[in-house]
DNA sequence: TTTATTATGTCAATATAGCTGACATATATA
DNA sequence: TATATATGTCAGCTATATTGACATAATAAA
């Protein structure tokens, strides 16, 4: 069956997928404290953050674009994205072809702000990655995409290679 | 079929740091949504999953246990605790040295129910650590590792490694 | 032995981030 | 002209967390 065995299953045992758990669990958490420090100066929020960065990330995309990427509802994503907007974070400009969307880009002071959240989350990888090495850095991102849903695995790919 | 991540040796960039950032990000969430699934039909919740877990994982563990291994109040852990109990998925022992302790453990209904859940997950990183292979795995968890903040390192290899 | 500390529990109020359902408007498309 | 789409809004609900105040029983320290 399985002409090339690189090594043991020993990978795949119960110990060893419990600690993949635990280990997203405890890095996931760790790594979302430091943006909600500085979130929580300013009365934004985690929701407000993510909306920052995939902006940021994607600039002129559509609402409904963030709705599909972050896989929330109009509802929920108009709380935070109407105080972004209000509080001069973002702005909206009308779609050039289809006069119905409204573009998102982030303003100057979106920018910088989500310059400043970044920078936290920056430090914290780069000092990870550093510390475990290339050839780890390409296991955690191999790993990581395959653990995402064969569903998702395309606009994640289109995201990251962005 | 596998979708290869292109090899870099400049791993530090902006882009690289954004990449783990996303790909941590979309993990966690499609991870997370297996066990939500099947927690939606029985009228519990994420935080219920988390203290079944940890109790499965550290069994006689105390309430101030969890706390500490959770960082959330005891206020917040109430609510969860005291609903696992009512419903029998846990059961709690006074302390033997110490009678003011509230030694934790599953029931065998809380037994059961945490393998239902534990089960879609292992499916999930199985296959995710089946298509990366065995060098991505450790690199996976060596990344991961060296996220989580130095202070807490040392409880989450005590973890891991139990 | 008295006192202080610890482990746990509870009540109340509040915040955040999500959800569903219903309805509205402007624009694009068939 | 009719229908579908992109966006927005109102209202109500839920889950998960917080802080603060207070209570009880058991252990540890004076």
Known sequence: MQKKLPQSNLYLREEELR??????YFAYRDFTSDPDEILAQTGLGRAHHRVLYFVRRNPDTTVSGILKLLRITKQSLSRVLNQLVEEGYIEQTPGTQDRRQRLLKLTEKGE?????????????????????????????WE????????????????????
């Open 143 to 162: 790993v990581l995409l395959n653990i995402v849903n064969d569903s998702d695995r395309e606009i994640v790919l289109r995201q990251i290679e962005k």
């Open 19 to 24: 600690r993949g758990i635990e280990l997203l």
């Open 112 to 140: 910088a702000f989500e310059k400043e959240l970044f920078s936290t989350q920056r430090q914290r990888v780069a000092q990870a990655y550093k510390t475990a090495g290339p050839e780890a850095v390409a296991g955690f």
